[in-house]
């Protein structure tokens, strides 16, 4: 039943977007390409440590990776933006109701996409674990202690309260991309995550 429904919003909403439109379609790339762009890049300095051998450093390579990161979601943001101005209104969405329910969403977006950066630090959110640059124990403050991953809901939600207050059918229509982008994301970087730290509180790392 739910796969019915998520279908049929699916296809509701690709009757107000056009997927040829040039500003959809960078909007599109940029969402696909960063998460990519990041896991690829990261694992290859975590195998060859290329990138801390070119900087002289792994902490200068991490925050290198980082403005590169940091650029890339500016671009993707302007992207995603543009692709909802192109493109029609949902006259349904365009009331101040909608209006104070996407303020609210951008509200709780930013605060757990703040509070998991104060939480990590620059290179804990900038993938500094695969530098070798890692923390005594993984964070389980707040917000890490009321949901898994807040940086990336967090964003998500920024994108889906930014689409709700444009009105914007094309703006959901990719933040439901941003999402499913950032759980193959996350099923790609959690076993990571999980594996290093677990070798760090082994008894033969301590030992070692």
Request: aromatic letters at 8%.
């Given at each position: 039943m739910n796969l019915w429904a998520d279908l049929y919003v699916m296809t509701w909403l690709l009757g107000y977007v056009d997927p040829s439109?040039?500003?959809f379609v960078a909007a599109i790339l940029t969402i696909t390409f960063n998460p990519l762009f990041w896991n690829v890049v990261a694992r290859w300095e975590q195998k060859t440590r290329q990138l801390s051998r070119a900087f002289r450093s792994p902490y200068l390579a991490c925050y290198s990776l980082g403005a590169a990161i940091l650029l890339l979601n500016v671009l993707r943001s302007h992207c995603f933006t543009q692709a909802m101005l192109?493109?029609?209104?949902?006259?349904?969405?365009?009331?101040?109701?909608?209006?104070?329910v996407g303020l609210a969403l951008l509200g709780?977006?930013?605060?757990?996409?703040l509070s998991s950066f104060f939480a990590l630090g620059f290179t804990g959110t900038f993938l500094g674990d695969y530098f070798g640059i890692l923390k005594e124990a993984r964070v389980t403050t707040f917000p890490f202690n009321v949901l898994d991953n807040p940086m990336y809901w967090g964003s998500t939600a920024n994108y889906l309260g930014w689409a709700v207050i444009h009105a914007s059918p094309t703006g959901l229509l990719l933040t439901a991309v941003v999402a499913l982008v950032y759980m193959v994301a996350i099923l790609y970087e959690e076993p990571f995550t999980a594996q290093i730290y677990q070798q760090k509180a082994s008894p033969s790392h301590k030992r070692s």
């Open positions: 439109d040039p500003c192109s493109q029609p209104k949902m006259e349904s969405l365009d009331n101040p109701t909608a209006y104070c709780v977006g930013s605060t757990f996409v």
